[in-house]
C-alpha cells in the first residue's frame, strides 16, 4: 500500500545540504529530536489553549511540516555523520509517539469532533509505532508500512487543520475523515505485524 513515507528519500535529498551544515556547526542529532518533541509540544498547546479558535489549526500543516523535517534531520545526521547512539535510539521512538500524542490528542476538543475517534487513534498509532519496534525484537527490521504511518497521519491531520483553519465550518464530515483514519490505522498493524512475520519465516 502506497504511503507518504515512499516519498522520504527525495526529502532526504532536499535537506541534506542542511544537514551538512548543521553537522558542521556541531548540531547533534540528539539535540534536533528534542527540538521535533517541544515542537509538537507547543504545537498541541496551543491548540488546547484555544480550541474553538481558528489560528491555532492553521499553524498545525506548519508544524507538522517542520516535525517531519527534524525527523528527517536528526536521523539524517545519526547515520551520515556518525552519532547514532543508544540514547539516539530511545529518544527517537520515544519523540515519534510523544509528539503524536500531544499534537493530535488537543483535537479532541475541537467543536463537531467525536472525542473517542481522536483517542482511539492517538492510541492506534502509538500501537501501530510499536509494532514497528517490537519487529525488532523478533530478528525483523524496523517496519514502517502504511498506509497510515507517520508521515500519513501528519498529511491527514495536517490538511484538516488547514481547511479548518481557513474558515471552513466543522461537520460529521470531520468524523467521516477520523473513522477512515481509524481503519486504515488498524490496516498498518496488521501491515507491520505481517511483515515482520514474513521477514523472520523468510530468514529461517
Given at each position: 500500500m502506497a504511503s507518504v513515507y515512499d516519498l522520504k528519500p527525495r526529502f532526504q535529498?532536499?535537506?541534506r545540504p542542511l544537514v551538512d551544515a548543521l553537522a558542521a556547526r556541531g548540531?547533534?542529532?540528539?539535540?534536533v529530536t528534542v527540538a521535533a518533541i517541544?515542537?509538537?509540544v507547543i504545537g498541541g498547546g496551543l491548540i488546547a489553549w484555544r480550541p474553538f479558535e481558528t489560528w491555532p489549526l492553521l499553524l498545525l500543516p506548519l508544524i507538522l511540516l517542520l516535525r517531519m523535517g527534524l525527523n528527517a534531520i536528526d536521523g539524517m545526521l545519526a547515520r551520515e555523520h556518525h552519532q547514532q547512539s543508544r540514547l539516539g535510539a530511545i529518544l527517537n521512538e520515544l519523540g515519534d509517539v510523544i509528539s503524536d500524542v500531544a499534537l493530535y490528542l488537543p483535537l479532541a476538543w475541537v467543536p463537531m469532533v467525536y472525542v473517542p475517534l481522536v483517542e482511539g487513534i492517538v492510541v492506534l498509532a502509538v500501537m501501530s509505532e510499536m509494532t514497528g519496534v517490537?519487529?525488532?525484537q523478533i530478528g525483523a527490521h524496523r517496519q514502517y508500512q502504511g498506509p497510515m504511518g507517520k508521515s500519513d497521519r501528519a498529511l491527514w491531520f495536517g490538511a484538516l487543520g488547514l481547511v479548518l483553519g481557513l474558515g471552513v465550518a466543522?461537520?460529521?464530515w470531520i468524523n467521516w475523515?477520523?473513522?477512515v483514519m481509524l481503519l486504515l490505522l488498524g490496516w498498518t498493524i496488521?501491515?507491520?505485524a505481517r511483515?515482520?512475520?514474513?521477514?523472520?519465516?523468510?530468514a529461517a
Amino acid at each position: 500500500m502506497a504511503s507518504v513515507y515512499d516519498l522520504k528519500p527525495r526529502f532526504q535529498a532536499l535537506l541534506r545540504p542542511l544537514v551538512d551544515a548543521l553537522a558542521a556547526r556541531g548540531v547533534t542529532a540528539n539535540q534536533v529530536t528534542v527540538a521535533a518533541i517541544v515542537l509538537s509540544v507547543i504545537g498541541g498547546g496551543l491548540i488546547a489553549w484555544r480550541p474553538f479558535e481558528t489560528w491555532p489549526l492553521l499553524l498545525l500543516p506548519l508544524i507538522l511540516l517542520l516535525r517531519m523535517g527534524l525527523n528527517a534531520i536528526d536521523g539524517m545526521l545519526a547515520r551520515e555523520h556518525h552519532q547514532q547512539s543508544r540514547l539516539g535510539a530511545i529518544l527517537n521512538e520515544l519523540g515519534d509517539v510523544i509528539s503524536d500524542v500531544a499534537l493530535y490528542l488537543p483535537l479532541a476538543w475541537v467543536p463537531m469532533v467525536y472525542v473517542p475517534l481522536v483517542e482511539g487513534i492517538v492510541v492506534l498509532a502509538v500501537m501501530s509505532e510499536m509494532t514497528g519496534v517490537v519487529a525488532v525484537q523478533i530478528g525483523a527490521h524496523r517496519q514502517y508500512q502504511g498506509p497510515m504511518g507517520k508521515s500519513d497521519r501528519a498529511l491527514w491531520f495536517g490538511a484538516l487543520g488547514l481547511v479548518l483553519g481557513l474558515g471552513v465550518a466543522p461537520g460529521n464530515w470531520i468524523n467521516w475523515g477520523l473513522g477512515v483514519m481509524l481503519l486504515l490505522l488498524g490496516w498498518t498493524i496488521f501491515n507491520r505485524a505481517r511483515a515482520a512475520l514474513k521477514e523472520t519465516q523468510n530468514a529461517a
